[in-house]
């Protein structure tokens, strides 16, 4: 094959894969990629232009092959390549030391793997016609842009993958609609409590600077818009209004933060309660500018008042859920020891159920900044309370034939429609529990966390919930085999630690006192009649109470057994009793009594078989006849949790003891018991606000709208709200 044949094999596999045309590899089978041959091309190109360059040697005279014609090609079949023999070594060319690459081979390699239809691995190359144009073939077309990167060619392209946009977007908003599952956002590793502590702790002494001026500066404009006595030019109520304004703007130049995001959400389609505020100051604003004119309203003043005074308390509300954050965020990050508080469904029930276990509370920084309830109700409610509003503006401004009053009925309107409590439902016995629970040791995730708490009808006792690591000792240890104490004490300690029981601290101090070690526990179980059963190092290992010892027929010395004595017997011999102390805590057994005062059903997964109830009567002198003590094989699927799998984080924990995780589960109940109170009282406060000032317009026209009224309204409805808030601190 000489230099012609070589560049003309090269460029039809070349074209024929897209390598020439389009400037790049043509897309392959998932198995064969394209960019796997592009090594082979470069060679093939590199040997061509090697083969015109150099000068080839004159060939032997007994070596020399017949010349072809001058000028000519030899002609191949349409569409067939000529196979080559299989193992056969390539030809040399003329006596040549370098090895000519057959190129027929590559092209025969390309049309079986890049035909349009289905081939098997083991068909032979198709025939190719003989007029078959190489150069056109190209999978995606270059007039419409298709698979391509590139913009669009015509606008009517461009139009069309604008409406495709935007149809997606709607049919993403409908959740009938057949759209790919969406997969969890990556949002990173979680803000160290500490760090979020400091961050929410640095707005807390700048917000308060900023709701103690407005409060003086709401102080002034109550007492003009509530016509008391003023002195000089504040008599004329064109004064008194350009006066209100002023001050109104100054509150709103306060609030700057909450303005400047409720305008921006508000373009983003997202209207809440601060944009509500916002919208009815500036409605109030205009509404002032047109009723500072002589003969355009007839209201007096205007309501900038009431709609100040509803910014002013979302900014209060700001600065409480700052303060209710760094103190809930505060505790884990200060905490030593911090315990996890678990909501869950367990595969026992279909009831939620609240544990305590070990561990870092993880996402409870996120959980706890999750949007609170208030806020998410505005924010689906003000919408409807937008046109609500503003249809009731344009009837009341019909039916009453006072048009130049709109504005007036639209801010009036507007204002009750966003009670000063909309975002204090929340935040204001948040901040009050969390301020109480802290001296406790405890926290709550947020709104997250205190709405499992208060949907759980279960609560999970385990063995450091009772007895804590420093109420649990061992008082004396008997040996009663020949083996050595170090042995007896690692089969003890061994079995123990697979059981998770409230003996290991005290067991894992004597097994290094005593330098022994942790041995494999194989079929490992809890025997019905209080205690468990192993096999170590090919002994059948028993641990467990008196009663258990008699029915599994092991001898017994009764004179020196107690009834918290913990015994051990390997192959049915006695070999050790470990005398047990439990010391009562206080503040366990308060916890105790109220939990069987709350209507939570405590459910006791002890796996320490000496704590009873015979137990708990003696020691914290307490009436048992309602406690839960499941069989021990419930009790340890029950403990032995993992917060990431089967629930998410409610509260935190950094005190022993059942008394600080009790005080946060009733403390929650109480709070979410509160908070549902709040969120009723504000939105039937919005209802009756709108259908009160409507009706009043109807009846008496604008002129009847009371600045006094509505203001004794907005507090009475903030009393309310302060009443159900302390009532949850008792």
């Known amino acids: ?35 796997d041959h592009s090594a082979e091309f470069a060679r093939a190109d590199r040997y061509v232009q090697k083969l015109k360059t150099e000068e080839k040697p004159s060939p032997a005279p007994e070596s020399r092959k017949p010349e072809k014609a001058p000028g000519k090609v030899p002609e191949k079949a349409p569409g067939k390549v000529p196979e080559k023999a299989p193992g056969k070594a390539p030809e040399k060319s003329d006596g040549q030391l370098y090895e000519i690459p057959d190129m027929e081979e590559y092209a025969q390699s390309y049309e079986s793997v890049h035909m ?55 049919r993403v908003g409908n959740k009938n609609a ?54 000089g030019m504040l008599r004329s109520d064109t004064v008194a209004t350009v006066f209100c304004l002023a001050l109104q703007f100054l509150i709103m130049l306060i609030s700057l933060d909450i303005v ?56 209060w509300s700001s600065l409480l859920s700052a303060r209710g954050l760094r103190k809930a965020i505060r505790v884990p990050a200060i905490g030593k020891k911090r315990f996890s508080v678990i909501a869950e469904n367990p595969d026992l029930s279909n009831e939620m159920t609240v544990i305590k276990t070990t561990g870092e509370p993880e996402n409870f920084v996120r959980r706890s900044e999750e949007a609170p309830p208030d806020e998410t109700m505005f924010s689906r409610a003000a919408p409807f309370i937008l046109v609500v509003c503003m249809v009731l503006a344009v009837l009341a401004s019909v039916i009453t034939k006072s048009y130049q009053d709109f504005f007036h009925a639209f801010s009036a309107l507007i204002t009750m429609s966003v009670p000063v409590t909309a975002l204090l439902c929340f935040a204001f016995p948040y901040c009050n529990i969390s301020l109480c629970i802290f001296h406790f040791g405890t926290a709550i995730a947020g709104w997250s966390g205190l709405s499992d708490i208060g949907r759980s009808t279960r609560i999970i006792v385990s063995d450091y919930d009772l007895f804590p690591e420093s109420c649990v000792r061992i008082k004396s240890v008997r040996v009663l085999a020949a083996d050595s104490p170090s042995v007896i004490v690692s089969y003890a300690a061994s079995i123990i630690n697979e059981s998770g029981c409230g003996l290991i601290p005290s067991f894992m101090k004597l097994l290094n ?32 109470s008196a009663e258990l010892m008699r029915l599994m027929q092991v001898k017994l010395p009764y004179k020196l057994l107690t009834k918290t004595t913990v015994l051990l017997s390997v192959d049915g011999i006695l070999y050790g009793l470990f005398d047990i102390q439990y010391d009562p805590k206080h ?37 048992t006849d309602g406690y839960d003590f499941p069989p021990y094989s419930e009790r340890y699927k029950m ?19 059942l008394g600080p995780f009790a005080k946060a589960i009733n403390m929650g109940t109480r709070l979410h018991k509160c908070v549902v109170t709040n969120l009723m009282i504000a939105m039937a406060a919005s209802i009756i606000g709108i259908v009160t000032v409507f009706v009043m317009m109807l009846s008496g026209g604008i002129a009847a709208l009371s600045i006094r009224w509505l203001f004794i309204y907005m507090m009475a409805v903030l009393a309310s709200i302060f009443i159900t808030g302390l009532t949850a601190l008792e």
């Open 1 to 35: 094959m000489d230099d012609l044949d070589f560049e003309r094999v090269l460029s039809e596999a070349k074209s024929y894969v897209g390598y020439e045309g389009s400037g790049k590899a043509r897309p392959s089978s998932p198995k064969q990629k394209s960019s």
């Open 116 to 170: 349009f239809k289905d081939i098997k691995t083991d068909a032979s190359a198709p025939d190719i016609p003989s007029d078959y144009d190489y150069t056109s073939e190209n999978t995606f077309s270059e007039d419409t842009g298709e698979g391509s990167d590139s913009v669009p060619s015509s606008f009517r392209a461009y139009l069309q993958s604008v409406f495709a946009s935007l149809m997606l977007r709607f």
């Open 178 to 231: 057949a759209t790919v599952p969406d997969f969890d956002e990556d949002l990173g590793k979680e803000v160290e409590p500490a760090l979020a502590s400091k961050y929410y702790g640095s707005f807390t002494g700048n917000m308060r600077l900023r709701f103690r001026l407005s409060l003086i500066i709401l102080f002034f404009m109550g007492w003009i818009s509530l016509d008391l006595p003023v002195p």
């Open 260 to 315: 400047s995001n409720a305008v921006t959400n508000a373009f983003k389609g997202k209207i809440g309660a601060d944009t509500l505020s916002v919208l009815a100051c500036l409605l109030t604003t205009l509404d002032g500018f047109l009723s500072a004119k002589a003969d355009i309203g007839t209201a007096p003043l205007p309501l900038s008042f009431l709609s100040s005074f509803t910014l002013v308390g979302i900014l």
């Open 513 to 544: 006192k005593n330098n022994g070690t942790l041995m494999p526990v194989l079929n490992f179980e809890f025997m019905p009649g209080g205690g468990m059963r192993g096999m170590i190092d090919g002994h059948s290992v028993i641990c467990g």
């Open 587 to 623: 503040s366990v057994r308060e916890a105790l009594i109220e939990l069987m005062k709350s209507q939570r059903h405590p459910v006791f997964a002890i796996k320490d078989f000496n704590i009873t109830p015979e137990m708990i009567n003696q020691v914290y002198d307490l009436p």
């Open 639 to 657: 403990t032995k949790t993992d917060p990431e799998e089967t629930g998410q984080v409610a509260a935190v924990v950094c005190m022993e003891g």
